[in-house]
């Protein structure tokens, strides 16, 4: 897939997501749905951004709510393609955990 982006009728920049993503973006979002609490354990927040951190070491929490969390997933030290690495390590060590 490729994107391209327009400005005053003229193209200004096309590329893949990933490289766009690298070059204008401030980083990926990863946003979890909570199971209400009573349902199960609840999610800690902390023990997620801990295991981004393990992948990604400037990871950070950028909201905590009941029903959701969302972290940034900056990568900025990393180039594309160890980043990449990094995201496709860190969702799956998500997966299993995943209800």
Do not use: N, W, Y
């Amino acid at each position: 897939d490729r994107i391209a982006i327009m400005a005053d009728g003229c193209l200004r920049c096309a590329g893949s997501p990933l490289f766009l993503k690298e070059h204008f973006g401030v980083g990926f979002r990863l946003t979890a749905s909570k199971t209400p609490p009573a349902a199960e354990p609840a999610c800690s927040a902390e023990a997620v951004l801990e295991l981004a951190r393990s992948h990604l070491a400037d990871a950070a929490l950028l909201s905590d709510s009941p029903l959701e969390l969302e972290v940034l997933l900056p990568g900025k030290a990393l180039g594309a393609a160890a980043r990449l690495r990094a995201l496709q390590a860190l969702l799956a060590a998500l997966e299993p955990r995943l209800s």
